[in-house]
C-alpha cells in the first residue's frame, strides 16, 4: 500500500492512467420526482431571486459531500494494469457527512462509457424535447420572439433546436423540471429565413412590379424604348426628324383630289411666306375620312416624306393604358415635343379610339376616353394655342366622332377618300403591277372594270394572290386567268378541287346558276353578267358575276324597276330548279337569295317610299346607335295595323318578282337547257360566251 498523500489524485495516479470519479449520491429528496417550490410566473427568467435558489439548491447538494485523501496502490511495473481500489476512510467524527458513504468506487474506461439517451443532431422533434426536459436532460432554453422556435442547452453543453407548437402546458412543464427559460429580444423565430421572409421577398415583388410597369410603360425594353419608373405618362409617338418612309405622292394613285388637299399642306409647310403675304394661315389640323382600305395611312406616310419636317406618329389606342389620367398626360407629353420642334406634323391614326362623342355609351361617370378627348381639344386650340403644329388624323368612322373635334380651328379640312372608280383603279393596278411579270393578254382596263367597289388595298391584294398562284403553277408570267382566279378567290373563296359532285348535283346547281344569269341577263336597265361557275366555292356551290354600274355605286342612286329585277335575278334560282325538276324537288339553295330579297322589298316600303299604300312615309326603328348618344333599343314607331300592311306589301312585291322571273324562264327554256348544258361541260363561262347564246337564241329582253 502507498503512503496517503495530502492531494487527491497524486501525479503518480494519473500517469498509472486510472480515473477515480468522486460523485456524492443526491438523496432522493432532492431528484427531480420531488417538486421544488418554484412559481409558475413567467417573470421568473427574469427574477434574481430565482436565480438564487437555484444556485442554493445546487450548492446545499453538491457540497454536501467531503472530499477525502485516498491511498492508492500504484501499479506493478511488469504486470499489466489492473483495477485500482479505492478504500473509503472512515468519516471524521468533526465533519461527519451522510453522503460519504455514497462515492462511486469504480471508474469505468472513457471508451466503455454507455452512450447519451439524448437525441442526436441540431434538430429535435418536440416528443424528443418533451422527453429530454421531463428526464432533466435540459439545462435551459431561449425561446424565440414569436414563440414559434427555441434553442436548448442539454446538461451535457449540447445545443439543438425545436419547433414550437401551440402548447399551452409547456411553460408549466419546464418549470416544474427546474429549466432555465428565457426569451429572445432581436432575433425572429425563423431566424434568416424570417429575415429573408420580412425583408427579402417584399423587396423582390416590388422590384418585380417596378419591372413590370416600366417594361409595359415604356421601360427599358420595352415597346416604348427607354424611360422611368414613370414613363407610363408619356406618349409613345414614333418621331422622326428628317422622315424616311420610303413613300411618296407619286406612290399613291388613285385618290387625285385627297392628294391636292394634302400637297397644298406640304406646300404650306414649305413655301410658307406665298400663303401669309395674303394673310391666309396655315389649316391646324386635317381629317381623313373614308372606308377601310382607300389609302388614308399611305397619304399620312406621303405626307410625311415629301413635307421635310419633324414627323411624329402614333395610334389614338396607344392614349388609353389601364390608369386613369394617362390618356391626358400623353397627349399633353406628346404636344410639348412637337411644339419644341415646330413646325412639324402630327399624325394619329383611328383617331375614333379616343374621339368618340362625349357622354355617349353604356358606362357611366368618369370615362378616361373624355378626359384624354378634352385634353386634345385643348393642345389643338385652346388658350394656348399650337401655332407651328399641324394635326392629321385618320379614321373609318367619322360618325362618331366628337362634333366640338370637327369644328373649324382645330381639324379644319376634312378630306374625303373614296373607292376609286375606274380610272383610278387602272393607276392603282398600274403601281403594284410594278416589277411583276404581266402576260400580253392582261388587261388592266379590264381587270378595273371587273373590280367596281375595290378599294386600294383590295387591288394590291388581287395582285399579289395572281402572283402566288402563277409561282404555284410555276409560270414565267402572271395571265389573265390567273388576276381573274384570283379575283373569284378574294369574292366567294378558295375553289373546292378535291369535292366531289355528282352529276345530279351538277346539273342541279347548272340549271340553278342558269336561271339566275337569263334572268338577269333578260331584265332591261340591269348589270351585264360577268361570268357564270358551278365550281363550287367557300360556301357556294356555284356563282354567276355581274358587273355593277360605276356610276350607280359612284352615285349610290337605285331606281325602282332596278330593285325590283334584283328580286326577280335573286329569285332566278329557285325557279329555274321549280320549273325543271318540279315544285317537290326544289332545293334549299335559295335560302341567301331569300334572305336578299327580303331585305330589298322591305327596305323599299319602309324607307324608299316605293309603296303605294304607305306612301312616302319612312317608317321604322327611331332608336340608333347607343355610342353616339342614341337609344340602345330600336322602338316601333308606327301601329299593329300598319305592320300588317308593311308585311302585305313586302310580299306583293316578291310575289311580283317570282312571277316575272317565272315568265321569263318558262318563254326561253330553250336558253336555258344550253346555257345548263354549257355549264356542265365546261363548269365556267365568261361573260362573252354567254351572250352568244341570246345571239343564236334571238332573245328578247323583259317587258313588263
Given at each position: 500500500m502507498a503512503t496517503p498523500t495530502n492531494s487527491l489524485i497524486s501525479p503518480q495516479f494519473l500517469s498509472g492512467g486510472t480515473l477515480i470519479l468522486i460523485a456524492p449520491r443526491i438523496p432522493k429528496s432532492f431528484r427531480s420526482d420531488r417538486k421544488l417550490p418554484f412559481p409558475k410566473s413567467a417573470a421568473l427568467s427574469k427574477s434574481s431571486n430565482s436565480k438564487a435558489a437555484f444556485t442554493a439548491a445546487a450548492a446545499l447538494v453538491f457540497c454536501s459531500a467531503t472530499p477525502q485523501a485516498y491511498a492508492v496502490d500504484a501499479p506493478a511495473p511488469a504486470a499489466p494494469p489492473a483495477p485500482v481500489q479505492?478504500?473509503?476512510?472512515?468519516?471524521?467524527?468533526?465533519?461527519?457527512?451522510?453522503?460519504?458513504?455514497?462515492?462511486?468506487?469504480?471508474?469505468?474506461?472513457?471508451?466503455?462509457?454507455?452512450?447519451?439517451?439524448?437525441?442526436?443532431?441540431?434538430?429535435?422533434r418536440y416528443s424528443e424535447f418533451l422527453n429530454a426536459v421531463k428526464k432533466g436532460k435540459v439545462e435551459r432554453v431561449r425561446f424565440s420572439k414569436d414563440g414559434s422556435f427555441l434553442q436548448l442547452t442539454a446538461v451535457d453543453g449540447r445545443r439543438a433546436a425545436v419547433v414550437v407548437p401551440n402548447d399551452p402546458d409547456l411553460?408549466?412543464?419546464?418549470?416544474?423540471?427546474?429549466?432555465?427559460?428565457?426569451?429572445?429580444?432581436?432575433?425572429?423565430?425563423?431566424?434568416?429565413?424570417?429575415?429573408?421572409?420580412?425583408?427579402?421577398?417584399?423587396?423582390?415583388?416590388?422590384?418585380?412590379?417596378?419591372?413590370?410597369?416600366?417594361?409595359?410603360?415604356?421601360?427599358?425594353?420595352?415597346?416604348?424604348?427607354?424611360?422611368?419608373?414613370?414613363?407610363?405618362?408619356?406618349?409613345?409617338?414614333?418621331?422622326?426628324?428628317?422622315?424616311?418612309?420610303?413613300?411618296t405622292f407619286a406612290d399613291v394613285a388613285g385618290a387625285d383630289q385627297a392628294k391636292l388637299e394634302l400637297q397644298e399642306v406640304v406646300d404650306f409647310l414649305k413655301n410658307p411666306d406665298k400663303y401669309t403675304a395674303l394673310g391666309a394661315k396655315i389649316p391646324k389640323g386635317c381629317l381623313l375620312v373614308g372606308p377601310p382600305g382607300t389609302g388614308k395611312t399611305l397619304l399620312?406616310?406621303?405626307?410625311?416624306?415629301?413635307?421635310?419636317?419633324?414627323?411624329?406618329?402614333?395610334?389614338?389606342?396607344e392614349f388609353v393604358e389601364l390608369f386613369v389620367g394617362v390618356g391626358a398626360s400623353r397627349v399633353r407629353d406628346l404636344f410639348e415635343k412637337a411644339k419644341s420642334k415646330a413646325p412639324c406634323i402630327v399624325f394619329i391614326d383611328e383617331i375614333d379610339a379616343v374621339g368618340r362623342q362625349r357622354g355617349a355609351g353604356l358606362g357611366g361617370g368618369n370615362d378616361e376616353r373624355e378626359q384624354t378627348i378634352n385634353q386634345l381639344l385643348t393642345e389643338m386650340d385652346g388658350f394656348s394655342g399650337n401655332s407651328g403644329v399641324i394635326v392629321l388624323a385618320a379614321t373609318n368612322r367619322p360618325d362618331v366622332l366628337d362634333s366640338a373635334l370637327l369644328r373649324p380651328g382645330r381639324f379644319d379640312r376634312q378630306v374625303t377618300v373614296d373607292r376609286p372608280d375606274v380610272a383610278g383603279r387602272v393607276k392603282i393596278l398600274q403601281v403594284h403591277s410594278r416589277g411583276k411579270?404581266?402576260?400580253?393578254?392582261?388587261?388592266?382596263?379590264?381587270?378595273?372594270?371587273?373590280?367596281?367597289?375595290?378599294?386600294?388595298?383590295?387591288?394590291?391584294?388581287?395582285?399579289?394572290?395572281?402572283?402566288?398562284?402563277?409561282a404555284r403553277r410555276d409560270l414565267k408570267e402572271i395571265s389573265k386567268d390567273e388576276i381573274s382566279d384570283a379575283l373569284e378567290r378574294i369574292i366567294a373563296g378558295p375553289e373546292k378541287k378535291n369535292a366531289v359532285v355528282s352529276e345530279e348535283k351538277k346539273k342541279l346547281v347548272a340549271?340553278?346558276?342558269?336561271?339566275?344569269?337569263?334572268?338577269?341577263?333578260?331584265?332591261?336597265?340591269?348589270?351585264?353578267?360577268?361570268?357564270?361557275?358551278?365550281?363550287p366555292?367557300?360556301?357556294?356551290?356555284?356563282?354567276?358575276?355581274?358587273?355593277?354600274?360605276?356610276?350607280?355605286?359612284?352615285?349610290?342612286?337605285?331606281?325602282?324597276?332596278?330593285?325590283?329585277?334584283?328580286?326577280?335575278?335573286?329569285?332566278?334560282?329557285?325557279?329555274?330548279?321549280?320549273?325543271?325538276?318540279?315544285?317537290?324537288?326544289?332545293?334549299?339553295?335559295?335560302?341567301?337569295d331569300f334572305m336578299q330579297v327580303s331585305r330589298v322589298a322591305r327596305q323599299m316600303v319602309e324607307k324608299f317610299g316605293f309603296s303605294k299604300k304607305i306612301g312616302q312615309v319612312a317608317i321604322g326603328g327611331s332608336g340608333g346607335n347607343p355610342f353616339l348618344g342614341q337609344q340602345m333599343s330600336s322602338q316601333k314607331d308606327y301601329s299593329m295595323a300598319t305592320a300588317d300592311i308593311v308585311d302585305g306589301e313586302v310580299r306583293e312585291l316578291v310575289e311580283r318578282a317570282?312571277?316575272?322571273a317565272k315568265h321569263i324562264l318558262t318563254t326561253h327554256i330553250d336558253i336555258l337547257h344550253r346555257l345548263a348544258q354549257l355549264l356542265i361541260e365546261k363548269e365556267s363561262v365568261d361573260g362573252e360566251e354567254f351572250m352568244s347564246l341570246f345571239i343564236d337564241g334571238k332573245a328578247e329582253l323583259y317587258v313588263a
Open positions: 479505492a478504500e473509503l476512510p472512515k468519516p471524521s467524527p468533526s465533519t461527519p457527512s451522510p453522503f460519504s458513504q455514497n462515492i462511486v468506487l469504480n471508474a469505468p474506461d472513457p471508451l466503455t462509457r454507455p452512450a447519451s439517451d439524448l437525441p442526436e443532431g441540431s434538430q429535435w411553460i408549466d412543464i419546464l418549470a416544474m423540471n427546474g429549466v432555465d427559460i428565457s426569451v429572445s429580444e432581436g432575433e425572429s423565430g425563423n431566424g434568416l429565413f424570417g429575415f429573408i421572409g420580412n425583408l427579402i421577398f417584399p423587396a423582390l415583388a416590388l422590384g418585380g412590379l417596378f419591372l413590370l410597369f416600366r417594361r409595359a410603360q415604356g421601360g427599358p425594353g420595352g415597346p416604348g424604348g427607354l424611360g422611368g419608373p414613370m414613363d407610363f405618362g408619356r406618349s409613345k409617338s414614333k418621331f422622326q426628324e428628317v422622315p424616311e418612309t420610303g413613300v399620312a406616310r406621303a405626307v410625311a416624306g415629301e413635307a421635310g419636317v419633324p414627323f411624329f406618329s402614333c395610334a389614338a389606342s411579270a404581266l402576260a400580253k393578254d392582261v388587261d388592266l382596263e379590264k381587270i378595273s372594270r371587273r373590280t367596281p367597289g375595290f378599294t386600294g388595298a383590295d387591288l394590291q391584294n388581287l395582285m399579289n394572290e395572281a402572283a402566288i398562284l402563277a340549271y340553278h346558276e342558269a336561271g339566275h344569269a337569263l334572268v338577269g341577263a333578260l331584265m332591261p336597265e340591269y348589270d351585264p353578267v360577268a361570268k357564270i361557275s358551278i365550281i366555292r367557300g360556301q357556294a356551290g356555284g356563282l354567276t358575276f355581274f358587273a355593277p354600274s360605276e356610276e350607280r355605286l359612284e352615285s349610290g342612286l337605285y331606281s325602282r324597276s332596278y330593285l325590283e329585277n334584283q328580286m326577280a335575278v335573286a329569285l332566278g334560282g329557285r325557279v329555274a330548279e321549280e320549273v325543271i325538276f318540279g315544285v317537290d324537288n326544289v332545293t334549299t339553295g335559295a335560302s341567301n317570282y312571277s316575272r
